[in-house]
Nanobody, 125 residues
Framework: QAQLVESGGGNVQAGGSLGLSCAASGRTFAMAWFRQVPGKARDFVAAINWNGDSTYYADSVKGRFTISRDNAKNTVYLQMNSLKLEDTAVYYC?????????????????????WGQGTQVTVSS
């Protein structure tokens, strides 16, 4: 059973950058970042396959966010640049226990078995 521990959230001004990390214990395959604001569903942000050679992004973050992973450290990262006010949310790390054969599976919350506790990212003007 995997456990995920996120770090790196905080406050940043619009246009700034912030990096998130998610350390996993246990074997993981695809990993992803989702985000959620109060009263709304948890939204897909970015995902990466098991060996890091395929990445997927929500349109709203494409070109600004970069997901990567270091399997030696069992850690996935999310580098967030050019942050906007609308990026404010609680960010959750997620890990899957199987390989996905279809790209859309990477973007779905119910594709992931393990979740981190969430880390707040607040972007201010």
């Amino acid at each position: 059973q995997a456990q995920l521990v996120e770090s790196g959230g905080g406050n940043v001004q619009a246009g700034g950058s912030l990096g998130l990390s998610c350390a996993a214990s246990g074997r993981t395959f695809a990993m992803a970042w989702f985000r959620q604001v109060p009263g709304k569903a948890r939204d897909f942000v970015a995902a990466i396959n098991w060996n890091g050679d395929s990445t997927y992004y929500a349109d709203s973050v494409k070109g600004r966010f970069t997901i990567s992973r270091d399997n030696a450290k069992n850690t996935v990262y999310l580098q967030m640049n050019s942050l906007k006010l609308e990026d404010t949310a609680v960010y959750y790390c997620a890990a899957a226990t199987r390989v996905f054969s279809v790209a859309v599976y990477y973007t779905l919350t119910n594709s992931y078995t393990y979740w981190g506790q969430g880390t707040q990212v607040t972007v201010s003007s």
